[in-house]
């Protein structure tokens, strides 16, 4: 049986305000410069982010000790890769010997992350996740392949389980930031493709993916329903990714050591190399 904890029960109450309470009430219509802002459907992304990290909080509690290091990890790729890179970058640091383990944590969250991105597309423009289709699922193919290897080369665990800490489910006030910053990148797209084009959204891609990649994948697929060419967007989703598995390995080299980082990093190369041509496919 499951028991809430008073974090825990806070966290629903939230959750169904924001979707149940807040989101019928909000209008439905672009308004504000350029059109850019439409407060139902930025809201309505905050709701199916915070569900996404909603449910992988309780499936990681419920699943995550039984199940082992790949079911949690997996699992964890739902809600914040980057969160469990850093987690178990810092226990490298604490009990060396465990890199080929730890390193196939990562990156079964890193690849889960490929396929959480192809399903929040499907969600928004079908066209799209078509287009996404083929090169997402490559790139989970990729680092899941290099995932197995050193699960198969894997040290020995100790006796205490390596789980990632799961945090509060759902912060309102960081709904809420989620939601400003979702809007912001919708209209910085939208000047930048008018002022300079299309470099313009790779610019902001680029820069959006250093830090977080569901907000911009989120913002170009309402955005290709519009004035986006699929192509742009599709391109700007790839990069963005990119952009965030690179500082993902560049943290684990920083924060967990050579041996850990080099062996996170190199998959995340070898899977950039194997798309950039597919990047500028029509």
């Not at 000790?65 to 997996?74: E, K």
């Not at 079908?126 to 050193?150: C, D, G, I, Q, S």
Request: charged share 10%; hydrophobic share 60%.
């Amino acid at each position: 049986m499951l028991f809430l904890s008073e974090t825990e029960f806070h966290a629903t109450l939230r959750f169904l305000l924001i979707s149940l309470v807040l989101l019928p009430v909000l209008p439905d219509v672009e308004m504000g410069p350029l059109n850019a802002f439409n407060p139902f459907k930025i809201w309505l992304m905050v709701v199916v982010i915070a569900g996404i990290s909603f449910s992988g909080h309780f499936a990681v509690r419920l699943l995550g000790t039984r199940a082992g290091l790949v079911l949690t990890s997996m699992l964890a790729g739902l809600a914040s890769s980057t969160a469990l890179t850093l987690q178990f970058a810092r226990l490298n640091k604490e009990q060396p010997g465990l890199e080929r383990l730890l390193a196939t944590g990562i990156l079964l969250a890193g690849a889960t992350m490929w396929l959480r991105l192809l399903v929040l597309v499907l969600l928004i423009h079908n066209e799209l996740a078509l287009r996404l289709a083929l090169p997402l699922l490559l790139l989970a193919a990729t680092v899941y392949a290099f995932a197995f290897w050193f699960w198969r080369q894997r040290e020995e665990m100790s006796d205490n389980p390596v789980q990632p800490e799961t945090s509060n489910p759902l912060d309102l006030a960081t709904a809420i930031k989620f939601g400003l910053l979702l809007a912001l990148i919708g209209f910085m797209a939208t000047l930048l493709q008018s002022k300079v084009g299309n470099s313009g959204v790779y610019l902001l891609a680029l820069v959006s993916g250093i830090t977080d990649v569901d907000a911009i994948t989120l913002s170009l697929s309402q955005l290709s329903h519009k004035e986006l060419a699929l192509e742009v967007a599709a391109r700007a989703i790839l990069l963005a990714g990119l952009i965030n598995s690179l500082v993902k390995g560049l943290l684990a080299l920083v924060i967990g050591g050579r041996r850990l980082g080099l062996r996170v990093m190199l998959p995340y190369l070898v899977s950039a190399l194997l798309i950039l041509p597919l990047l500028w496919l029509g």
